[in-house]
């Protein structure tokens, strides 16, 4: 099993319903201003508090930043992480007028989606995959059906069930016997099928890459079910830019559609690197935007202690 993996997973959450619900209470009825106003206290809590995830933002942020990451530096990490969880709340009750969205990409998306046939929309835990919340909304014509295991799915049903009990998203729960054919239904009526592609709960095959200088690994989960099912698959991601803009970037990953049988694992693995590759280039850009606060390198030799 991986060992970095094993950790995420096995991970209790911080976060808990009743401070979700006191937060959207805040949030809703107070207004986004008085709310981040809150998040630099959360943000301050779990930079003191929480020295595993503070050492795994020190090791990330070492790489990405290219130097040794200052307390300002990790301070801007976890506040980040703090506004998109907070901006998440507005956009599940739908109030897209408090952001500025800048998409890049989407041409070449709604091209492939002309026919008819859905695709696969791979994300990380990299910025805001909530925004896709939006584009739905703000462009009808896009459906979205996320594809997550079951844990994950119960955990994201609890959540929108407590910021909006009125609000319902399309989830599909990996493990049950129908969950391959609940996703080739929902690609047949059109729909964009997501998925995050940077983690595995430990049971998923892994495959390694060149990932900001080090030796990293990554699930083959998901690029084996989009050249299973033979569809187009695109990398997404929402980056926070901060106050209330977001930049979406739709990137093409690879397309499964005409793949030879004989061709399926050289191209599984060329998608896989090329994800690498978009999820180092936007790293880079906007380093703060990485929200994988665990040991992603597996221990490695090179990483900076945490400095007191």
Request: with cysteine.
């Amino acid at each position: 099993m991986n060992p970095a993996a094993n950790h995420w997973a096995h991970t209790p959450e911080r976060s808990n319903m009743l401070m979700l619900r006191i937060m959207t209470w805040i949030s809703l009825r107070l207004g986004r201003r008085t709310g981040r106003i809150i998040l630099h206290f959360i943000a301050a809590y779990f930079l003191l508090f929480s020295p595993r995830s503070r050492r795994a933002s020190r090791n990330y942020l070492n790489r990405a930043l290219g130097r040794a990451a200052s307390w300002l530096d990790l301070y801007r990490h976890f506040y980040s992480f703090a506004s998109t969880i907070h901006d998440r709340i507005y956009l599940i009750n739908r109030r897209f007028d408090l952001f500025e969205f800048e998409i890049h990409g989407a041409d070449q998306l709604h091209a492939l989606l002309a026919d008819g046939r859905g695709l696969f929309l791979l994300g990380a835990h990299l910025g805001s995959f909530e925004v896709m919340r939006a584009i739905s909304k703000l462009q009808p014509e896009l459906r979205v059906a996320m594809v997550m295991h079951e844990a994950n799915a119960q955990k994201i049903n609890a959540m929108l069930a407590a910021i909006n009990p009125e609000t319902q998203q399309d989830i599909i729960g990996l493990g049950n016997i129908d969950s391959m054919l609940m996703v080739q239904e929902r690609l047949d009526q059109g729909y964009l099928v997501g998925m995050l592609a940077d983690r595995t709960p430990g049971d998923d095959a892994l495959f390694p890459v060149s990932f900001l200088g080090a030796a990293a690994s990554l699930p083959t989960g998901p690029f084996r079910m989009a050249a299973l099912l033979r569809r187009p698959v695109f990398f997404m991601t929402g980056l926070y830019l901060g106050a209330n803009r977001y930049r979406i970037h739709f990137d093409m990953l690879a397309d499964f559609s005409s793949l030879a049988p004989g061709q399926r694992k050289a191209a599984i693995e060329a998608a896989i690197t090329r994800y690498a590759e978009l999820l180092e280039h936007y790293c880079r850009a906007a380093p703060y935007n990485w929200f994988n606060f665990f040991d992603f390198w597996h221990s490695s030799t090179d990483a900076a202690p945490d400095r007191p």
